[in-house]
Protein backbone atom coordinates (compact mmCIF):
# COMPACT_ATOMS: atom_id res chain seq x y z
CA UNK A 1 0.00 0.00 0.00
CA UNK A 2 1.55 3.50 -1.06
CA UNK A 3 -0.26 7.09 0.53
CA UNK A 4 0.03 10.40 -0.62
CA UNK A 5 -1.20 13.57 1.46
CA UNK A 6 -1.21 17.12 0.15
CA UNK A 7 -2.21 19.24 2.39
CA UNK A 8 -1.90 22.52 0.45
CA UNK A 9 -2.84 25.29 2.51
CA UNK A 10 -4.96 24.90 6.12
CA UNK A 11 -8.08 26.96 4.87
CA UNK A 12 -10.62 24.62 5.68
CA UNK A 13 -13.26 27.18 6.75
CA UNK A 14 -12.31 30.20 4.44
CA UNK A 15 -14.87 31.10 1.48
CA UNK A 16 -12.44 29.09 -0.85
CA UNK A 17 -12.77 26.43 1.09
CA UNK A 18 -9.28 24.17 2.17
CA UNK A 19 -9.07 21.58 -0.46
CA UNK A 20 -7.02 18.39 0.51
CA UNK A 21 -6.64 15.58 -1.30
CA UNK A 22 -5.08 12.00 -0.18
CA UNK A 23 -4.62 9.40 -2.61
CA UNK A 24 -4.36 5.86 -1.44
CA UNK A 25 -3.51 2.87 -3.80
CA UNK A 26 -4.26 -0.68 -3.22
CA UNK A 27 -3.06 -3.65 -6.01
CA UNK A 28 -5.49 -6.31 -5.55
CA UNK A 29 -5.44 -9.04 -8.19
CA UNK A 30 -6.39 -7.72 -11.65
CA UNK A 31 -8.04 -4.54 -9.90
CA UNK A 32 -5.97 -1.65 -8.85
CA UNK A 33 -8.46 0.79 -6.55
CA UNK A 34 -7.61 4.60 -6.01
CA UNK A 35 -9.15 6.38 -2.76
CA UNK A 36 -9.58 10.38 -3.20
CA UNK A 37 -10.57 12.12 -0.20
CA UNK A 38 -11.37 15.59 -0.84
CA UNK A 39 -12.07 17.97 2.44
CA UNK A 40 -13.88 20.51 0.43
CA UNK A 41 -17.25 21.12 -0.66
CA UNK A 42 -16.43 19.78 -4.15
CA UNK A 43 -14.89 16.89 -5.56
CA UNK A 44 -14.45 16.43 -9.21
CA UNK A 45 -13.95 12.90 -10.39
CA UNK A 46 -12.17 13.27 -13.69
CA UNK A 47 -10.18 16.74 -15.50
CA UNK A 48 -13.28 16.82 -17.78
CA UNK A 49 -15.57 17.47 -14.80
CA UNK A 50 -18.22 14.50 -16.21
CA UNK A 51 -18.48 13.27 -12.36
CA UNK A 52 -18.90 15.85 -9.90
CA UNK A 53 -20.33 15.90 -6.69
CA UNK A 54 -20.86 19.16 -4.23
CA UNK A 55 -22.00 18.58 -0.82
CA UNK A 56 -23.35 21.55 1.51
CA UNK A 57 -22.42 22.79 4.05
CA UNK A 58 -18.53 21.54 4.02
CA UNK A 59 -19.12 21.44 7.73
CA UNK A 60 -22.21 21.14 10.24
CA UNK A 61 -22.30 22.73 13.96
CA UNK A 62 -25.26 21.62 15.96
CA UNK A 63 -26.47 21.36 19.22
CA UNK A 64 -28.19 19.75 22.02
CA UNK A 65 -30.50 21.81 21.92
CA UNK A 66 -31.22 21.76 18.58
CA UNK A 67 -29.64 18.00 17.44
CA UNK A 68 -30.37 17.58 13.61
CA UNK A 69 -30.12 18.92 10.41
CA UNK A 70 -29.31 18.19 6.93
CA UNK A 71 -26.30 18.18 4.30
CA UNK A 72 -27.18 18.46 0.61
CA UNK A 73 -25.28 16.30 -2.23
CA UNK A 74 -25.73 17.38 -5.61
CA UNK A 75 -24.65 15.94 -9.19
CA UNK A 76 -22.88 18.97 -11.27
CA UNK A 77 -21.68 16.71 -13.97
CA UNK A 78 -22.98 14.99 -16.67
CA UNK A 79 -23.03 11.56 -15.86
CA UNK A 80 -25.20 10.13 -13.43
CA UNK A 81 -23.64 8.88 -10.11
CA UNK A 82 -24.18 6.50 -7.25
CA UNK A 83 -23.33 8.00 -3.71
CA UNK A 84 -22.85 5.89 -0.51
CA UNK A 85 -22.90 8.05 2.79
CA UNK A 86 -21.14 6.51 6.14
CA UNK A 87 -19.62 8.41 9.25
CA UNK A 88 -16.58 7.58 11.31
CA UNK A 89 -15.48 8.90 14.27
CA UNK A 90 -12.08 11.23 13.64
CA UNK A 91 -10.85 15.00 13.04
CA UNK A 92 -8.84 16.55 10.58
CA UNK A 93 -5.84 17.88 12.45
CA UNK A 94 -1.79 19.32 11.96
CA UNK A 95 0.55 17.03 13.00
CA UNK A 96 2.37 18.47 16.46
CA UNK A 97 4.77 20.54 14.42
CA UNK A 98 2.59 21.61 12.49
CA UNK A 99 3.92 20.59 8.61
CA UNK A 100 1.29 18.43 7.51
CA UNK A 101 -2.32 17.79 8.06
CA UNK A 102 -4.49 14.89 7.71
CA UNK A 103 -6.99 12.72 8.63
CA UNK A 104 -7.24 10.58 11.30
CA UNK A 105 -9.82 8.10 12.24
CA UNK A 106 -10.60 6.36 15.58
CA UNK A 107 -9.96 9.46 17.73
CA UNK A 108 -9.99 12.97 17.96
CA UNK A 109 -8.09 14.90 20.84
CA UNK A 110 -10.30 15.50 23.88
CA UNK A 111 -13.81 16.23 21.38
CA UNK A 112 -16.14 13.18 21.97
CA UNK A 113 -17.31 10.46 19.64
CA UNK A 114 -20.63 11.33 17.93
CA UNK A 115 -20.88 8.38 15.43
CA UNK A 116 -23.04 5.68 17.66
CA UNK A 117 -25.59 8.29 18.53
CA UNK A 118 -25.76 9.48 14.75
CA UNK A 119 -29.05 8.23 12.55
CA UNK A 120 -28.83 9.21 9.07
CA UNK A 121 -31.00 8.81 5.70
CA UNK A 122 -30.80 7.63 2.84
CA UNK A 123 -27.22 5.72 3.18
CA UNK A 124 -26.74 5.68 -0.39
CA UNK A 125 -28.77 7.38 -3.51
CA UNK A 126 -28.28 7.43 -7.36
CA UNK A 127 -27.96 11.11 -8.18
CA UNK A 128 -28.78 11.92 -12.35
CA UNK A 129 -26.75 14.74 -13.73
CA UNK A 130 -28.32 18.47 -11.98
CA UNK A 131 -30.10 16.89 -9.77
CA UNK A 132 -30.11 17.04 -5.83
CA UNK A 133 -30.53 14.58 -2.65
CA UNK A 134 -31.24 15.62 0.96
CA UNK A 135 -29.16 13.77 3.40
CA UNK A 136 -31.11 14.02 7.02
CA UNK A 137 -29.51 13.79 10.40
CA UNK A 138 -29.96 13.69 14.07
CA UNK A 139 -28.63 12.59 17.08
CA UNK A 140 -30.06 10.07 19.71
CA UNK A 141 -30.25 11.63 23.18
CA UNK A 142 -28.58 14.60 22.77
CA UNK A 143 -29.81 16.40 25.63
CA UNK A 144 -28.30 13.55 28.25
CA UNK A 145 -24.76 14.11 26.57
CA UNK A 146 -22.30 16.28 29.37
CA UNK A 147 -21.21 19.24 28.80
CA UNK A 148 -18.37 19.31 25.75
CA UNK A 149 -18.03 19.05 21.93
CA UNK A 150 -18.67 15.70 19.60
CA UNK A 151 -17.54 15.00 16.67
CA UNK A 152 -18.80 12.77 13.13
CA UNK A 153 -16.75 12.58 9.89
CA UNK A 154 -19.59 12.21 7.22
CA UNK A 155 -18.28 10.69 3.99
CA UNK A 156 -19.52 10.91 0.70
CA UNK A 157 -18.27 8.56 -1.49
CA UNK A 158 -18.75 8.09 -5.31
CA UNK A 159 -17.48 4.99 -7.51
CA UNK A 160 -16.32 5.96 -11.65
CA UNK A 161 -15.21 2.93 -12.96
CA UNK A 162 -12.85 3.45 -15.74
CA UNK A 163 -11.24 1.30 -18.64
CA UNK A 164 -7.54 0.80 -18.93
CA UNK A 165 -5.45 2.47 -21.81
CA UNK A 166 -3.01 0.65 -23.25
CA UNK A 167 -0.56 2.41 -21.49
CA UNK A 168 -1.14 0.98 -18.11
CA UNK A 169 1.05 -1.54 -16.16
CA UNK A 170 0.08 -5.05 -17.24
CA UNK A 171 -0.51 -6.10 -13.92
CA UNK A 172 -4.01 -4.50 -13.95
CA UNK A 173 -5.76 -6.72 -16.06
CA UNK A 174 -9.03 -5.25 -17.52
CA UNK A 175 -10.31 -1.89 -15.06
CA UNK A 176 -9.47 0.76 -12.82
CA UNK A 177 -12.24 1.40 -10.05
CA UNK A 178 -12.04 4.87 -8.24
CA UNK A 179 -13.49 5.90 -5.37
CA UNK A 180 -13.84 9.60 -4.38
CA UNK A 181 -15.03 10.99 -1.12
CA UNK A 182 -15.74 14.33 0.34
CA UNK A 183 -15.06 14.58 3.96
CA UNK A 184 -17.64 16.83 6.26
CA UNK A 185 -17.16 17.34 9.77
CA UNK A 186 -20.80 17.02 11.58
CA UNK A 187 -20.38 18.63 15.62
CA UNK A 188 -22.45 18.80 18.14
CA UNK A 189 -22.29 20.94 20.95
CA UNK A 190 -23.66 20.84 24.90
CA UNK A 191 -23.64 23.17 26.89
CA UNK A 192 -21.49 26.33 27.83
CA UNK A 193 -18.36 26.42 24.81
CA UNK A 194 -15.24 27.53 26.59
CA UNK A 195 -12.09 26.64 23.93
CA UNK A 196 -8.67 27.14 25.37
CA UNK A 197 -5.99 27.61 22.42
CA UNK A 198 -2.16 27.73 22.76
CA UNK A 199 -0.57 29.72 19.76
CA UNK A 200 3.08 28.93 17.85
CA UNK A 201 4.26 31.29 15.47
CA UNK A 202 5.69 28.83 12.16
CA UNK A 203 6.51 31.75 10.26
CA UNK A 204 6.20 35.49 9.56
CA UNK A 205 6.80 36.97 6.12
CA UNK A 206 5.68 40.81 5.16
CA UNK A 207 2.46 39.47 3.44
CA UNK A 208 1.84 36.11 6.09
CA UNK A 209 1.44 34.96 9.63
CA UNK A 210 1.62 31.36 9.80
CA UNK A 211 0.57 29.91 13.14
CA UNK A 212 -0.13 26.50 14.46
CA UNK A 213 -3.03 26.39 17.06
CA UNK A 214 -3.41 23.60 19.50
CA UNK A 215 -6.79 23.01 21.33
CA UNK A 216 -6.61 21.61 24.89
CA UNK A 217 -10.42 21.24 25.68
CA UNK A 218 -13.50 19.55 24.63
CA UNK A 219 -14.48 22.65 22.56
CA UNK A 220 -13.81 22.62 18.93
CA UNK A 221 -12.96 26.52 18.11
CA UNK A 222 -15.22 27.98 15.62
CA UNK A 223 -14.38 31.40 14.23
CA UNK A 224 -11.66 34.07 13.30
CA UNK A 225 -8.12 34.67 14.43
CA UNK A 226 -6.72 38.20 13.66
CA UNK A 227 -3.02 39.75 13.77
CA UNK A 228 -3.58 42.73 15.36
CA UNK A 229 -1.05 45.12 15.93
CA UNK A 230 -1.22 49.00 17.18
CA UNK A 231 -4.80 48.59 17.97
CA UNK A 232 -5.51 47.61 14.13
CA UNK A 233 -6.37 44.35 12.72
CA UNK A 234 -3.67 43.72 9.79
CA UNK A 235 -5.50 39.76 9.02
CA UNK A 236 -8.10 37.80 9.82
CA UNK A 237 -9.00 34.45 9.08
CA UNK A 238 -11.94 32.22 9.68
CA UNK A 239 -10.85 28.56 10.78
CA UNK A 240 -12.04 25.66 13.21
CA UNK A 241 -9.84 24.28 15.58
CA UNK A 242 -10.72 20.32 16.71
CA UNK A 243 -7.53 19.41 17.81
CA UNK A 244 -4.41 21.21 16.08
CA UNK A 245 -4.66 23.34 12.96
CA UNK A 246 -2.53 25.20 11.27
CA UNK A 247 -3.15 28.46 9.97
CA UNK A 248 -1.89 31.15 7.34
CA UNK A 249 -2.95 34.80 8.29
CA UNK A 250 -3.12 36.79 4.87
CA UNK A 251 -1.52 40.33 6.01
CA UNK A 252 -2.42 43.61 4.63
CA UNK A 253 0.81 45.57 5.68
CA UNK A 254 4.23 43.81 8.05
CA UNK A 255 4.26 43.15 10.93
CA UNK A 256 7.52 44.44 11.68
CA UNK A 257 9.53 43.96 14.55
CA UNK A 258 7.22 45.43 17.26
CA UNK A 259 5.73 43.09 19.32
CA UNK A 260 1.71 41.83 18.03
CA UNK A 261 -1.08 40.09 19.04
CA UNK A 262 -3.31 37.01 17.99
CA UNK A 263 -7.02 37.77 19.23
CA UNK A 264 -9.92 35.27 18.11
CA UNK A 265 -13.68 36.28 17.75
CA UNK A 266 -16.61 34.18 16.88
CA UNK A 267 -17.88 36.07 14.42
CA UNK A 268 -18.86 33.47 11.79
CA UNK A 269 -21.11 33.32 8.98
CA UNK A 270 -23.94 30.65 8.72
CA UNK A 271 -23.33 29.72 12.39
CA UNK A 272 -26.38 30.56 14.41
CA UNK A 273 -26.62 33.01 17.64
CA UNK A 274 -26.52 30.95 19.74
CA UNK A 275 -22.31 30.40 19.32
CA UNK A 276 -21.96 33.77 19.94
CA UNK A 277 -23.70 33.66 23.24
CA UNK A 278 -22.38 30.58 24.63
CA UNK A 279 -19.04 30.68 23.22
CA UNK A 280 -15.99 32.58 25.26
CA UNK A 281 -13.76 32.94 22.59
CA UNK A 282 -9.76 31.91 23.87
CA UNK A 283 -7.52 34.59 25.40
CA UNK A 284 -5.31 36.64 23.38
CA UNK A 285 -1.87 36.17 22.35
CA UNK A 286 0.67 38.48 22.75
CA UNK A 287 4.09 38.16 20.90
Known sequence: MTEFYNAGTDHLMSCAMHRAHMWRTLH????AVFVVIAISGTCQAQDTGFATLSVSPAYA?????????AFRLRNEGTVSMEVIVSAQYGVIEADSVGENTRIVTGRAGL?????DRLIFYPERAILEPGTEQVVRFMIEGAAALPDGGYITLMHYKMQERAAVGESAIPA???AISIEYSLV?????FSGPIEPVLSTRVLGITDSTLT?????????????????VKDGRSLGRIL????SRRRIEIPLSAPLGESPFTV?????FPGISPYFARSTTPPAKVQF
Open 211 to 227: LLLANSTSYPFIGGVSA
Open 172 to 174: VAT
Open 263 to 267: AFDTD
Open 61 to 69: YITAQEPYG
Open 28 to 31: MGAV
Open 184 to 188: APLVL
Open 111 to 115: VGDLT
Open 239 to 242: TAVY
